[in-house]
């Protein structure tokens, strides 16, 4: 017997396209393309507009409320999202806060306090408004004073042909938030931050009354892997780069990461506490050229990072032995290296700048010959963190490092070098999960370009990386499940091909007596490269390991050549000598005396005495030109060469 199937009855007066079109809205709602499995999510990036009167930096634009309100935020933090309201531009009649775009509560139909009025942001426990204090610590490197609301709304974000909504989306809208420059004056905050969630999926807040319901505030990364969008509360970031000599767009993908932007080695660490530190130990600093020539006078040169006494084993009491080692955030929400004054200095001797105390940077100086070679040629600043199997090295080009500063932090754009001196404050010996706070200083986003970071939070796990350059390959989007421990690298991934067509490599120029196959250390003799602080510096631009092939045959025929022709003199020399002998005759040999006379040249026994004072009554005679001895040239010194500094 067979089943049954009762159609579904249309009026023989509808026309037969409403047919179809009913039947293509019942398949549109069985089947969607996009949230049918769990993959990783991308965010779209804002490509026609750049912001920061410190960068050019790259931001993410997301809608919020109801009437949406569009609003740019740096990608950075944790907990809940730092959105700027109307109120931090003021009366001013030109404030970098409005080009990223402010928010008004007061518009949006959605705006709600109600579920977070009994969670302090940091003030009175009683109050949903406090002193403005975001998540990963922009507030000590930046100087950043201010108070926000903590409150929830609609928000709305898209990708290609994509777009998804959250409602209750955590967020703390801020009413003053200024920076303190240098010169003491100060100016708003130009953008906010975009959240990557927490330990927890979302945030819940109780009512007053105990017995009362609880309130959710959503956090993006959560809301996207709980309702099944995503594997997991993870996810992978590259910032790219907004110079415009070297522009790549950013990666930012929840529940994975984009595996072309992941070059070399990846270091895994432990995140320690539900905000999501992510803190690692730098141990060095250097210069160095990917290949060809150097602009500098070395080759490469490290040892430039001076911790002095803030170093980590140093002020922090954790017995580390003093060591040059400082514990530092790579941190997308604040834009300069934000590091010891000494080794800002130390780094500047190698580069045609010079400081700026009124903005306390360095500015290029673009008439030196030496800056156009530096921020073009495939040289970069080097930095070596601690892993937990051998070291880590992520390097930055100097085309990266050649921002721009641009008013109204000057009056008009420069060129910058963005090293800047920081003394981190003082610790209250506050504990987060247990574990002792040190002082920590500041990677930002003009590391941050040329870094992948990662996170999953489900495992307290987070990751370090060299990012890619400009040139980068299509691939599909890597997954981070909750059980993800590690992730991988690009295998097919080449960091110097990933910036070809983005630098120019410099012709090689071989000094002969500098120029080894190892380098030379320029170390005091005896002196212990470990215990002391001074720079290590190899003067050889190349090795011949790095010769070509055909570089090596053409060294082969000259060496050849020059060999052929010494024989060849040799032969004719002699022949030349037993002539002369035939006509002349043998020259008598002649008797020395034992001491110098004016007829006859020093003896042998004394042709090797160092110079000294004669004694009295010793007569003085002058070297008749019969006698020289032959000098190994290959066996004196060079002169001193002077290193520019």
């Excluded at 002193?131 to 974000?157: A, C, E, H, S, V």
């Excluded at 898209?158 to 004056?185: C, G, Y």
């Excluded at 060299?466 to 691939?475: E, W």
């Excluded at 002998?581 to 040249?601: I, K, L, M």
């Amino acid at each position: 017997m067979g089943i049954p199937i009762r159609l579904i009855p249309f009026s023989i007066h509808r026309p037969a396209w409403s047919i179809w079109l009913r039947w293509l809205f019942v398949l549109v709602l069985l089947w969607n393309p996009v949230w049918s499995d769990p993959v990783p999510y991308p965010m779209q990036w804002n490509t026609t507009h750049v912001f920061g009167p410190d960068g050019p930096w790259q931001a993410i634009p997301i809608r919020v409320g109801w009437p949406e309100q569009l609003v740019n935020l740096y990608p950075g933090s944790s907990w809940a999202s730092t959105l700027l309201g109307i109120s931090v531009c003021g009366k001013r009649p030109s404030c970098v806060a409005r080009q990223a775009g402010l928010y008004d509560l007061n518009k949006s139909n959605n705006a709600s306090t109600q579920g977070t009025a009994n969670h302090a942001i940091g003030g009175d426990a009683e109050s949903f408004t406090g002193p403005l204090n975001p998540d990963w610590r922009p507030k000590d490197p930046l100087q950043l004073q201010g108070n926000g609301t903590l409150m929830t709304d609609r928000i709305r974000f898209e990708i290609p042909n994509v777009a998804a909504e959250i409602s209750n989306f955590s967020m703390v809208v801020a009413h003053t938030a200024n920076i303190t420059l240098p010169d003491r004056s100060m100016m708003p905050l130009g953008v906010g931050f975009l959240s990557l969630g927490g330990r927890d999926i979302m945030q819940s807040f109780r009512s007053d009354n105990a017995a009362g319901p609880h309130y959710v505030a959503n956090l993006l990364p959560g809301w996207l892997a709980i309702n099944g969008h995503t594997p997991s509360n993870s996810w992978g970031l590259h910032i790219g780069s907004a110079v415009p000599a070297a522009n790549m767009s950013g990666s930012l993908v929840f529940g994975g990461y984009d595996e072309t932007r992941v070059i070399g080695d990846v270091s895994t660490y432990d995140v320690p506490n539900a905000a999501g530190d992510a803190l690692v130990n730098l141990l060095d600093i250097g210069i160095g050229v990917e290949h060809g020539g150097s602009p500098f006078p070395f080759s490469s040169i490290d040892g430039l990072l001076k911790a002095g006494e803030w170093a980590s084993g140093r002020g922090n009491g954790d017995g580390g032995g003093g060591s040059d080692r400082l514990r530092v955030r790579p941190n997308p929400t604040v834009p300069y290296l934000y590091l010891p004054a000494t080794t800002c200095q130390e780094i500047a001797k190698h580069l045609p700048v010079t400081y700026a105390p009124s903005i306390d940077l360095y500015l290029w100086k673009t008439d030196d010959p030496t800056f156009t070679r530096i921020v073009t040629s495939p040289s970069f600043l080097r930095f070596t963190f601690q892993a937990a199997s051998g070291n880590l090295t992520i390097k930055v080009p100097f085309r990266l490092l050649n921002l721009t500063i641009t008013p109204p932090l000057v009056p008009s754009p420069q060129p910058y070098f963005p090293c800047r001196a920081y003394v981190p404050p003082v610790s209250t010996g506050a504990k987060a999960d247990g574990v002792l706070e040190e002082r920590e200083y500041h990677l930002g986003r003009a590391f941050m370009q040329a870094a992948f970071m990662g996170m999953n939070w489900s495992r307290n796990k987070w990751w370090l990386a060299q990012a890619s350059g400009p040139k980068m390959t299509v691939a599909p989007l890597r997954s981070i499940d909750n059980d993800t421990v590690s992730i991988s690298s690009f295998q097919k991934g080449n960091w110097s091909a990933s910036w070809d067509g983005f630098w120019t490599a410099l012709p090689q120029v071989i000094n002969p007596a500098a120029a080894t196959s190892t380098g030379v250390s320029l170390v005091p003799t005896g002196a212990s490269t470990a215990s002391s602080n001074s720079p290590t510096i190899s003067a050889s631009p190349s090795s011949a390991s790095k010769m070509t092939p055909g570089v090596k045959a053409g060294v082969g025929v000259v060496v050849s050549l020059a060999g052929l022709a010494v024989f060849l003199g040799a032969i004719l020399y002699y022949l030349r000598r037993r002539k002369q002998q035939r006509v002349y005759g043998t020259p008598p040999e002649q008797s020395y005396d034992e001491h110098c006379t004016a007829n006859h040249q020093y003896p042998p026994a004394m042709a090797k005495w160092t110079p000294g004072e004669m004694s009295a009554g010793e007569a003085a005679c002058e070297i008749g030109p019969s006698r020289f001895e032959s000098v190994d040239l290959g066996t004196r010194q060079s002169e001193p060469v002077e290193l520019r500094s």
